[in-house]
């Protein structure tokens, strides 16, 4: 199923990067442009890392919204009973590249979007599972 959007879905890592101003992160800027989205799970991991940081989860997610990043350029997209399925099927498919449940939730998202995947994470290289894997670093 597609969504009718163009962009990515990001996982966790591309979206820190963009917050972050890392290497990359120009990479996500554009696709940003795009409509991406991101799952709930994976948000949910960039608001807590960015709670290591010292910032308020809260506060980090408004102060986003107000930028019209959050809802504007990124889309939030709730996981599905039927992600559940397809998150628990790409266990023994993604185990070799230590994929976690959030690497995971993010595949599934993609998948169910009919979306290409943006990460910094260079494990994903080797992932098949149907998705096209896009690293925003060389």
Same mark, same amino acid.
């Given at each position: 199923? !597609?969504?009718?959007?163009t962009g990515a879905v990001?996982?966790?890592?591309?979206?820190l990067a963009y917050l972050l101003n890392e290497p990359g992160s120009a990479v996500v800027d554009a696709m940003l442009a795009e409509g991406a989205a991101i799952s709930a799970v994976n948000y949910a991991e960039v608001l807590s890392r960015m709670g290591d940081r010292g910032d308020e989860p809260a506060? !980090?997610?408004?102060?986003l919204e107000r930028q019209g990043l959050i809802g504007d350029l990124l889309e939030v997209i709730p996981l599905l009973g039927e992600d559940a399925?397809?998150?628990?099927?790409l266990r023994p498919l993604s185990r070799a590249q230590g994929l976690s449940l959030g690497d995971r939730a993010?595949?599934?998202t993609a998948l169910r979007l009919g979306r290409p995947v943006l990460t910094a994470d260079r494990g994903w290289a080797t992932v098949d599972v149907g998705v096209t894997i896009r690293l925003i670093r060389p």
């Open positions: 199923m !597609t969504d009718g959007r990001l996982d966790a890592s591309a979206l506060a !980090t997610h408004q102060r399925l397809i998150v628990a099927r993010c595949l599934a």
